[in-house]
């Protein structure tokens, strides 16, 4: 009796360690019945296990129904900032929202709008790329408006200045805010000189120790150049590369607040143009720097394309 009681003991230790590993497939006893048990998803009984699983699944669409909702929120958010913002500057639309940065740079090869030469840094007018993006750079550094500067931090419209030491050594000061709200500082010679009729030795001196000064004064060391007037030679490209820069961006379009002027005939903007203005203000064009950026980004908004940070490209 026993040796039964200990064989019978055994087949249903065993049994019972079969149905905990086969719980989950549905395991109810020796026999499974030929149809369902009606009280199989009572609370307390085997045949509930198999609804176990499945119990998870709401929990979890309502955990992603719920980041999707939060997502939503953010955007719902962030467009109606973006829309204060433009209403709040007088913009007609908000400005489209820049591609994100590319990963790397793109390699410069010799076409319509980028001229090469061996030992010398690239000449460029038009960055290849097949973004719907266009580039705004500012030149000089007279004009030092705080409003400006607000207007592009609140619209988040990048920009990349290119500055000249005898306009701007009086406010450094701005120029090191407007950097730290992610406006890209480059050089623009130290007394913006027409350099096509210096000597090398001159042209150096006006780059390199631009080069210097900003590096002190912003604390960036610019890799890219843009000559005044958009006027260079060979000399000015050797000088340049001597100091570290790296390309020399110039423009196919002007902006100004009540127009652009264009350098083609069709008069209109390509996926990488650079549009050049400058630090100006009333005294020179009747109209304040608010008034200059809120065409440009009007014009540029309603010809379907966004503005980008040229450093980011070139």
Not at 143 to 172: C, T
Not at 260 to 286: A, C, N, P, Q
Request: charged share 25%.
């Amino acid at each position: 009796m026993s040796g039964r009681r200990h064989r019978r003991g055994t087949r249903t230790g065993l049994l019972a360690a079969v149905c905990l590993t086969a719980v989950l497939a549905g395991c109810a006893g020796p026999a499974a019945p030929s149809k369902p048990a009606p009280d199989a998803g009572a609370p307390g009984k085997v045949g509930a296990a198999p609804e176990a699983a499945p119990l998870l699944l709401p929990g979890a669409a309502r955990q992603e129904e719920e980041a999707g909702s939060a997502a939503a929120a953010r955007q719902a958010e962030t467009a109606g900032a973006a829309l204060e913002a433009a209403q709040r500057w007088g913009l007609d639309h908000p400005p489209l929202k820049a591609p994100p940065r590319p990963a790397t740079r793109a390699a410069l090869t010799p076409v319509q709008g980028v001229k090469l030469k061996d030992g010398r840094p690239p000449v460029v007018f038009r960055v290849p790329t097949e973004d719907k993006v266009v580039f705004l750079t500012v030149d000089d550094g007279y004009e030092k408006d705080p409003e400006f500067s607000r207007m592009a931090k609140e619209l988040g419209i990048p920009l990349s200045a290119f500055l000249s030491d005898y306009l701007v050594r009086d406010n450094y000061g701005y120029y090191r805010d407007l950097h730290q709200q992610g406006v890209e500082i480059n050089n623009h010679t130290i007394n913006h000189r027409n350099l096509k009729v210096l000597d090398y030795e001159t042209q150096r001196q006006e780059i390199c120790n631009q080069q210097d000064q900003l590096e002190q004064q912003i604390g960036v060391r610019p890799r890219l150049f843009r000559p005044p007037y958009g006027e260079y030679n060979d000399d000015t490209l050797r000088a340049a590369a001597s100091c570290g820069v790296q390309a020399v961006p110039l423009w196919n379009e002007e902006a100004f607040p009540d127009h652009m002027e264009w350098r083609y005939d069709d008069r209109k903007l390509h996926s990488g143009d650079i549009i050049l203005t400058h630090f100006r203000g009333v005294s020179d064009w009747k109209a304040t720097m608010p008034d200059l950026l809120r065409k440009v980004v009007n014009d540029v908004t309603a010809a379907g394309f966004s503005l980008g940070r040229l450093d980011d490209y070139l």
